[in-house]
């Protein structure tokens, strides 16, 4: 059996759609209730939904073989994980906004407001720049607005929330995707039925 | 006085059964300070599992550190050994860093290092005593193999830029296929350059099975001679009871400045994360000014706490 761990909300729900198209289905998964795991024995996979900046830490532990996280919770948390699949779904980009018309001042210490510290200090260290890091857990988008900080990394989707308050990206860091991860030492042990669903989701994604 | 079973846990079972296992091949007991000073793992920062080293100031004032690592104390406090090997098995205790926020944590390791004249011989025995103890801690067991030389000459075909090939490398570690391609497509390599590499990542499982294909590979890619050494390593589990728990897999990756040759990893049934590593450093050896050549491996006993004795 497999242990899979699916990200909550509307994500996980076109994730296991991939999942149910390539042979691994488990109807009740959608049906509305609180129960949060779901068995099919047949196909031998049980999933279980989880909050999405869970599901590597779930399958680091090694109580989900595999799971569907976004790029940006693998670059921030670097779990012990496989990577085995781009999903090419949940498309979107870490990137550095600022206020519109914004001039950089390279003499002085730029301050970043973030939920993704890791992600923003490698990138700003590649650059040879001071910065100093805000953690926020959210709205960051108003931080350079109350003048806490100088600019923000964080994702961008379509650009809406941002052209809104008046920021714009000016730098792109990395793509952002859903990625197929697997525990490691699990990986050995059901190496079969892992490939197995690997290539079945691979072959629906290469036809989406 | 013998010592009741019962009076022992999983942990400290298994660790005097490895070093009763050592022993039994010729292996003598190597027992260090709980202290190191603190210069050692500045000057190596790399080889350790994290940054981070718990230090303090001696009454002499040197700056010392809780030990983070043994292999590094074994390589500065040994001498070379012209035209012999020395054979030296460990059970001690570490201090690091485990997680993104897990804080300090104390470890403790039982494993063993081989240094001086080695020859294949060698090499295969470390590799068998590396099965050995991952069946001294369970049944089901995978013994996962690779060999750095050659993935290191196929990440060389793709990348010359250090940072670059590090990132790689980390892919590799990572069975991410496409994190490889995209990053050769930034670097400007044409679709495809990068086929040989994936190829090689694809080719994972019993040695039966694929070192006829990894041959081929490495011989059509220039590491023939690489790949005779990983197949001359192997025959030592032909036909033994282990043969079936042995994988050959290029995503078992160490850092090209300490390590290279063959390298290795364990995993055992239920336990999420690899119980056992090592591999040759000839490589550290050279930075830290010696000429013998080396091999060793760690099991991590606390990641074996919540084994049970019917497991």
């Given at each position: 059996?497999?242990?899979?761990?699916?990200?909550?909300?509307?994500?996980?729900?076109?994730?296991?759609?991939?999942?149910?198209?390539?042979?691994?289905?488990?109807?009740?998964?959608?049906?509305?209730?609180?129960?949060?795991?779901?068995?099919?024995?047949?196909?031998?996979?049980?999933?279980?939904?989880?909050?999405?900046?869970?599901?590597?830490?779930?399958?680091?532990?090694?109580?989900?073989?595999?799971?569907?996280?976004?790029?940006?919770?693998?670059?921030?948390?670097?779990?012990?994980?496989?990577?085995?699949?781009?999903?090419?779904?949940?498309?979107?980009?870490?990137?550095?906004?600022?206020?519109?018309?914004?001039?950089?001042?390279?003499?002085?210490?730029?301050?970043?407001?973030?939920?993704?510290?890791?992600?923003?200090?490698?990138?700003?260290?590649?650059?040879?720049?001071?910065?100093?890091?805000?953690?926020?857990?959210?709205?960051?988008?108003?931080?350079?607005?109350?003048?806490?900080?100088?600019?923000?990394?964080?994702?961008?989707?379509?650009?809406?929330?941002?052209?809104?308050?008046?920021?714009?990206?000016?730098?792109?860091?990395?793509?952002?995707?859903?990625?197929?991860?697997?525990?490691?030492?699990?990986?050995?042990?059901?190496?079969?039925?892992?490939?197995?669903?690997?290539?079945?989701?691979?072959?629906?994604?290469?036809?989406? | 006085?013998?010592?009741?079973?019962?009076?022992?846990?999983?942990?400290?079972?298994?660790?005097?059964?490895?070093?009763?296992?050592?022993?039994?091949?010729?292996?003598?007991?190597?027992?260090?300070?709980?202290?190191?000073?603190?210069?050692?793992?500045?000057?190596?920062?790399?080889?350790?599992?994290?940054?981070?080293?718990?230090?303090?100031?001696?009454?002499?004032?040197?700056?010392?550190?809780?030990?983070?690592?043994v292999t590094?104390?074994?390589?500065?406090?040994?001498?070379?050994?012209?035209?012999?090997?020395?054979?030296?098995y460990?059970?001690?205790?570490?201090?690091?860093?485990?997680?993104?926020?897990?804080?300090?944590?104390?470890?403790?390791q039982v494993g063993l290092e081989c240094?001086?004249?080695?020859?294949?011989?060698?090499i295969?025995e470390v590799l068998k005593l590396a099965a050995?103890s991952l069946?001294?801690?369970?049944?089901?067991?995978?013994l996962e193999i690779s060999?750095l030389?050659?993935?290191?000459?196929?990440?060389?075909?793709?990348?010359?830029?250090?940072?670059?090939?590090?990132?790689?490398?980390?892919?590799?570690?990572?069975?991410?296929?496409?994190?490889?391609?995209?990053?050769?497509?930034?670097?400007?390599?044409?679709?495809?350059?990068?086929?040989?590499?994936?190829?090689?990542?694809?080719?994972?499982?019993?040695?039966?099975?694929?070192?006829?294909?990894?041959?081929?590979?490495?011989?059509?890619?220039?590491?023939?001679?690489?790949?005779?050494?990983?197949?001359?390593a192997?025959?030592?589990?032909?036909?033994?009871?282990?043969?079936?728990?042995?994988?050959?897999?290029?995503?078992a990756?160490g850092?090209?400045?300490y390590y290279?040759g063959i390298a290795f990893k364990g995993?055992?049934?239920?336990?999420?994360?690899s119980v056992l590593s090592g591999g040759q450093y000839?490589?550290?050896?050279?930075?830290?000014?010696?000429?013998?050549?080396a091999i060793g491996f760690a099991v991590f006993?606390?990641?074996?706490?919540?084994?049970?004795?019917?497991?």
């Amino acid at each position: 059996m497999l242990n899979i761990a699916l990200p909550k909300g509307r994500l996980g729900e076109k994730v296991y759609g991939m999942f149910a198209e390539a042979g691994f289905e488990c109807p009740a998964l959608l049906e509305p209730g609180r129960k949060l795991i779901f068995d099919n024995e047949a196909a031998g996979v049980r999933y279980f939904w989880v909050k999405p900046s869970d599901v590597a830490i779930y399958v680091e532990r090694g109580a989900a073989d595999i799971g569907v996280a976004g790029k940006d919770i693998l670059l921030e948390y670097r779990p012990e994980v496989y990577e085995l699949l781009d999903l090419d779904i949940g498309k979107c980009r870490m990137a550095v906004a600022a206020p519109e018309g914004f001039r950089d001042h390279p003499e002085r210490t730029l301050r970043v407001a973030t939920k993704f510290s890791r992600i923003a200090r490698d990138y700003y260290t590649s650059m040879g720049r001071d910065i100093d890091i805000i953690h926020l857990n959210g709205s960051i988008e108003i931080a350079p607005i109350l003048g806490l900080s100088d600019v923000i990394v964080d994702i961008v989707e379509t650009g809406t929330t941002l052209k809104e308050n008046h920021l714009e990206v000016i730098e792109t860091i990395v793509p952002i995707s859903a990625r197929l991860i697997a525990n490691k030492s699990g990986f050995k042990f059901k190496t079969e039925a892992i490939e197995r669903l690997t290539a079945a989701l691979e072959r629906g994604a290469k036809q989406a | 006085m013998l010592i009741e079973d019962q009076v022992m846990d999983a942990q400290e079972k298994i660790g005097f059964r490895l070093r009763s296992l050592y022993s039994g091949y010729g292996y003598s007991r190597y027992k260090m300070s709980k202290f190191e000073e603190y210069d050692l793992y500045s000057r190596n920062k790399d080889f350790l599992f994290s940054d981070s080293v718990i230090t303090f100031t001696d009454t002499n004032g040197r700056l010392m550190a809780l030990k983070p690592d043994v292999t590094l104390s074994i390589v500065k406090n040994g001498k070379d050994t012209p035209g012999k090997v020395r054979k030296l098995y460990y059970h001690e205790n570490v201090y690091r860093v485990t997680g993104a926020s897990d804080g300090f944590r104390e470890q403790t390791q039982v494993g063993l290092e081989c240094t001086g004249a080695l020859d294949g011989s060698i090499i295969s025995e470390v590799l068998k005593l590396a099965a050995e103890s991952l069946k001294t801690c369970a049944e089901d067991f995978v013994l996962e193999i690779s060999h750095l030389g050659i993935l290191e000459a196929f990440v060389d075909a793709v990348a010359t830029d250090p940072r670059v090939k590090k990132q790689i490398l980390e892919c590799a570690g990572e069975k991410n296929l496409h994190g490889i391609s995209r990053i050769c497509r930034e670097i400007g390599l044409a679709e495809g350059a990068e086929a040989p590499l994936r190829q090689l990542l694809t080719l994972y499982g019993p040695p039966r099975t694929v070192m006829p294909k990894i041959r081929q590979l490495a011989s059509e890619n220039g590491v023939g001679d690489f790949a005779g050494e990983l197949g001359q390593a192997l025959t030592v589990f032909t036909g033994s009871e282990n043969e079936n728990k042995i994988r050959i897999d290029f995503s078992a990756t160490g850092d090209l400045k300490y390590y290279n040759g063959i390298a290795f990893k364990g995993f055992i049934s239920g336990i999420p994360g690899s119980v056992l590593s090592g591999g040759q450093y000839d490589a550290l050896m050279r930075k830290m000014g010696r000429k013998d050549r080396a091999i060793g491996f760690a099991v991590f006993l606390d990641m074996l706490e919540r084994l049970t004795e019917e497991e």
